[in-house]
């Protein structure tokens, strides 16, 4: 009698129907996140893992490196505005683990005076769509389309809450890559109990009050009071999420509209100072066609 082959058991390629992930997050939703990794290594094409260092990302290096003496290799996107003990960890990480680590950074800048010369000072708070879009958005598309990406890991958790809250194993976004979450279950205090057991690297800042590290400029030491496990990011803004696990069409329409927006808005200052600005509105100096 034939043996029924079942969307778990296939490694995944073409489209997948909501029935096929529906039941393959069933099934993955009973693995350990051990489990749901071995799952991804066999069974997702052009695996990578993206990861800011953060400490869940560290767990599953640290989970891999056990698994396969050829994880997946890294890919890390250098915003160019990092703390110093982030780019020290993402050292550590290299020479411990011995990995590939891809680094991409905003197009046509490696450092942050080549930045701020294209996009002026303080890009996060003159706007937040055309930022989040330049240094992370499109350098995550420009890592996946050069490396041949198609799938990729995440340190995401749904007890980190907001959007993440209703997190599955497995997703597929608007351009068709399978992103694999295989710590959507876990606490942080799952997490810690494994950093701390193994003796992972992490990051220095968070023995300095610090509960999660992102660029300089949005992250605070949490204070008393603060709640979450992202306490200090972007703190007193309706924010939770960089923009690299939003719909990533809808990110680069918004940023395109928004750079259109502010290059009509210093025409006509411009204008109205009497020296007119002749040239053709550009489409894109800060967001790529």
């Given amino acids: 009698m034939p043996v029924e082959v079942t969307p778990v058991d296939v490694v995944l390629q073409g489209p997948v129907s909501e029935e096929e992930l529906a039941a393959i997050n069933e099934h993955l939703s009973s693995l350990s996140p051990y489990e749901v ?22 767990v599953g290096i640290d989970m891999l490196s056990k698994m396969t003496s050829t994880p997946p290799p890294l ?15 993402v050292e550590q990480v290299r020479k411990r683990y011995g990995i590939d680590i891809a680094v991409y950074k905003p197009d046509a800048c490696e450092n942050v005076e080549q930045f701020e010369a294209r996009y002026g000072e ?10 989040d879009y330049v240094v992370k958005v499109e350098p995550a598309q420009r890592a996946y389309q050069e ?26 976004d608007a351009t068709g890559l399978f992103k694999l979450n295989p710590f959507t279950s876990w606490s942080f205090g799952q997490i810690k109990a494994y950093v701390d057991e193994h003796n992972v690297p992490r990051n220095a800042l968070l023995d300095q009050g610090y509960r999660s590290v992102g660029d300089w400029h949005s992250t605070q030491k949490s204070g008393d009071g603060d709640a979450g496990e992202r306490a200090g990011r972007w703190k007193g803004r309706n924010k939770t999420e960089c923009g690299l696990h939003k719909d990533y069409f809808k990110m680069k329409l918004a940023a395109k509209k928004k750079q259109r927006e502010e290059e009509l808005q210093f025409r006509d200052e411009a204008r109205a100072m009497g020296s007119p600005i002749d040239t053709p509105i550009s489409d894109g100096v800060y ?3």
């Fill in 147 to 172: 490396l041949g990406v198609r799938s990729i890991i995440t340190g995401r958790r749904a007890s980190q809450g907001g959007a993440r809250s209703t997190l599955q194993p497995l997703e597929i």
């Fill in 287 to 289: 967001v790529s066609a």
């Fill in 122 to 131: 303080k890009l996060w708070e003159m706007s937040e769509e055309v930022y």
């Fill in 75 to 89: 890919i890390f996107l250098d915003t160019l505005y990092h703390f110093q003990e982030t780019l020290d960890l």
């Fill in 37 to 58: 990794l071995q799952w991804g290594i066999g069974h997702l094409p052009a695996l990578y893992q993206t990861t800011a260092f953060g400490l869940t990302g560290l």
